[in-house]
Structures are given as C-alpha cells and as structure tokens.
C-alpha cells in the first residue's frame, strides 16, 4: 500500500492537472462560441447564393463550365482538415484514418498521382510518414480560417483542373452538428455535382414556406449561362471556406468536450484518493493506538 506521503502528493498533481484541463475546457468553449458566431454569420450568404445557382440551374439552360467536365481519374488531390494542435479527443485520429483509407483506393494511380493538401499540423505530420510530399497550405488557414486564403486555395484547385493536371479534388472534413457530434465527411469537390447543387437547394427552400412561391424570371446581362459560368467559381470557394470554418468549430467542440471529459475524471479520481487517504490515515491511528494500549498492559 502506498504511503501517505506519496497518496498526498498524488492528490496534489491531479488537481494541478485538473486546474490545467479546466482551464482549457474554457479556452475552447470560448473559441467554439466565436466559430459559431462565424458560421451562423456566413449561412444567410451561403443559402443565398446556392438559391440563385440552384433558380438557373433548375431552368434547364445549357451549362459550359470546365469545373463540371467529368473525366477519367489519372490524377487526384486530396484536401484534409485536422488542428495544429492536439488533446481533442479522438478528432485528428478519424480524419488520417479517413485519409489512409481514401489513399489507398487511389494506391493504383501511383504515389506521383495523389497529390495531398494537409490543413493543420496534425495531418501534415502523418502525410509526412506516409511518403508524400505536402502541398503548400496557410498555416493559419485551420486555427483562424479567412475567406481569402481559402478563395486562393480554390483559385489554385480550379487552375490545376481546368489544366489538366487533377482530375478529380476530395474534401475530407468534420461537420459540426452540435457540441457533442461531429460528422466526418468525404466529399468530391471537383468535379461539381449540378444534380446534387440543384437537390440541395431545393432543400433550402423547402425550409422556408414563403420562398416556395419564388417565381425565377430574371433579367440577365450579357446572358444566364453566362453568369452561371462565373457564379460556379464563387460557390466553390465559398464551400471551401465552409469547409474550413466547419472544421475549426468541429475541433473546439471536440476539445472541449475531451477537457470535460478529463476533468470529471479528475475529480473521480481525486475522490478515490482521498478514501485511499483517509483509510490508510485511520489505518496509521488505529495501529498506533493497538501500540500505546498494547505497551501500557505490558
């Protein structure tokens, strides 16, 4: 049985601990609270601007744009988002489990032909041990996302499919849902999807009754397939940036519900010690006084 002295200093360093997860538990919880703010900002934006794609393209209008041309898959690039840091919980493991899994269904192309664009430190450590050579990525890009950095990330994905050098683009990402669920997602961002953009938008409108009745009679200038043409860009990088700020939530969320995970278990465990501690204490003074009455009889 340990002694006292070493029950006590145990005590001692997990309540240090408990005061460290505490006191990130309330960092992140601040964190998320700002990152929701942030999406809850950008969803008005967002669900506008998928309403006017999906009124032109539920017209039937004739749609020429490089970014829907679906073509053999020769080469691919992979888009993961994890943090820079850790103690989220099990957040980064699921998104390089996704990551080695999506690699190896394209193991066939080569390792030239997987080109992976890590987002946050934790996924770029494992594409380094994997034997692939990152692309170059904002380091800021996954702790405090900005539309324009991930409008040139978009804007470097759609000159590299337009040209020929990637035929297809995924997104892995987490979805934040709520505090306690995030979902991992694996999504194909080039090329575009009409089919799915036009099901989706169609959804949106169903959650407002008085968008229902919408009549999409436009007047366009110079021409509809051309606005089209120059609104597919702008969705792209908006859903890049949705990907971003959704993975960034999704990691505070993560981390504050691991830190008050840690944190209640510090308290268990400091309850269990201080039983083991008293016991052990009464222990000492029962046995001490068997001693004193034990000698006086003598």
């Keep these: 049985m340990a002694s006292l002295k070493e029950v006590k200093t145990r005590i001692n360093s997990v309540k240090s601990t408990r005061k460290i997860t505490s006191a990130m538990k309330m960092v992140a919880s601040a964190k998320l609270h700002k990152a929701q703010g942030a999406i ?75 080109l992976i664009f890590p987002i946050g430190k934790k996924v770029e450590e494992a594409v380094k041990r994997m034997g692939f050579q990152p692309g170059e990525i904002p380091p800021t890009l996954s702790d405090k996302p900005t539309y324009q950095e991930a409008s040139d990330l978009a804007d470097l994905l759609m000159k590299m499919y337009v040209a020929g050098e990637i035929d297809r683009v995924e997104l892995i990402y987490h979805h934040f849902k709520s ?10 961002y080039l090329p575009i999807d009409l089919t799915r953009a036009v099901e989706e938008g169609k959804e949106l409108e169903k959650q407002k009754e008085e968008e229902r009745e919408v009549v999409n009679d436009y007047i366009v200038e110079p021409s509809a397939e051309q606005l089209i043409a120059d609104l597919i860009p702008t969705v792209l ?36 010690l201080t039983k083991q501690y008293n016991k052990s204490r009464q222990q000492a003074i029962t046995n001490e006084l068997l001693d004193i009455v034990g000698g006086s009889m003598q």
């Design 179 to 188: 505090m306690g669920v995030q979902i991992l997602l694996r999504e194909t």
């Design 40 to 114: 809850e900002n950008m969803l008005p934006y967002q669900k506008k601007l998928n309403k006017i794609l999906t009124n032109f393209l539920s017209a039937d209008l004739p749609i020429e744009s490089p970014y829907i041309r679906a073509r053999e898959v020769k080469r691919v690039a992979i888009i993961a988002f994890s943090s820079n840091t850790s103690l989220c919980g099990a957040f980064n493991a699921n998104v390089i489990k996704m990551l080695l899994q999506t690699v190896s269904e394209y193991r066939t192309l080569g390792q030239d032909n997987i």
């Design 237 to 272: 990088s908006q859903k890049l940036f949705t990907a971003a700020v959704d993975s960034n939530a999704s990691e505070h969320a993560a981390r504050t519900l691991a830190m008050q995970v840690a944190t209640d278990n510090a308290n268990e465990l400091i309850q269990d």
